[in-house]
């Protein structure tokens, strides 16, 4: 299953806009790209989800380039709200018991 | 709407005691479920999954183990607790589809072994 690689922690200052890519170069022909968003003390959240090219939903974009080995999570205009843990998985729910949240990104917004 | 409940959402036990968190899905059918544990400032690691009432699958060694006694609802046990399972516990389900993968978590039970 492909592993994923991202920044421990990143900082931004509000109203900008926040890049958080993630590595994945053994992803597979049928794997998804997952993002995950964790407050503290609660549990994780689905943020958006991808195979190729570009997604974008009301909260983020997902941007996949051609060969799928990195993605990145684009989050425009962050506010202090967003700070939080965003997580990279990759994979199918044919394997969905072998995803690994890791450690994920802590991303923290100042003001 | 599917809604997730987990309880309880804080818990103290000592040392020795059992365990029994409870996490139960509304508003959906077959789901997959999955017990997680959170250690503090850490990832999460996947405990228990199951795909079917009697069906459950261990992905870590450890005392806890896991029981779906009806189609939405998922338990965690412990018959003695170490220091060691202190952590946030989540709940978890999701569409039983290949298609993609999206999880939905419950608010989590934090518990902490003295």
């Known amino acids: 299953l492909a592993k994923t690689t991202q920044p421990i922690s990143m900082d931004s200052y509000e109203g900008q806009e926040v890049n958080i890519t993630c590595s994945h170069n053994?992803?597979?022909?049928?794997?998804?790209i997952t993002w995950y968003q964790q407050f503290p003390s609660q549990g994780p959240r689905f943020i958006i989800q991808?195979?190729?090219t570009k997604v974008t939903n009301e909260v983020a974009s997902l941007f996949i380039p051609a060969d799928r080995k990195s993605s990145t999570l684009s989050l425009p205009r962050v506010s202090l709200s967003d700070t939080a843990v965003y997580y990279c998985?990759?994979?199918?729910?044919?394997?969905?018991?072998?995803?690994?949240f890791g450690s994920g990104t802590k991303l923290n917004v100042k003001p | 709407s599917q809604t997730i409940h987990q309880w309880p959402a804080t818990l103290v036990q000592p040392v020795g005691s059992p365990l029994s968190l409870e996490c139960t899905v509304e508003g959906t059918s077959n789901p997959n479920l999955y017990w997680y544990r959170q250690a503090a400032g850490r990832g999460l690691q996947l405990l228990f999954y199951s795909v079917g009432i009697g069906q459950i699958s261990s992905e870590v060694p450890q005392n806890l183990s896991a029981s779906r006694p009806q189609d939405r609802q998922f338990i965690l046990s412990s018959k003695k607790l170490l220091l060691s399972d202190s952590g946030f516990y989540l709940c978890?389900?999701?569409?039983?589809?290949?298609?993609?993968?999206?999880?939905?978590f419950g608010p989590g039970t934090r518990l902490t072994v003295t």
């Open positions: 991808g195979y190729k």
């Open positions: 998985l990759v994979g199918t729910g044919y394997n969905f018991n072998k995803f690994y």
């Open positions: 053994n992803i597979a022909t049928n794997d998804y």
């Open positions: 978890a389900w999701s569409p039983s589809v290949w298609s993609s993968y999206e999880q939905y």
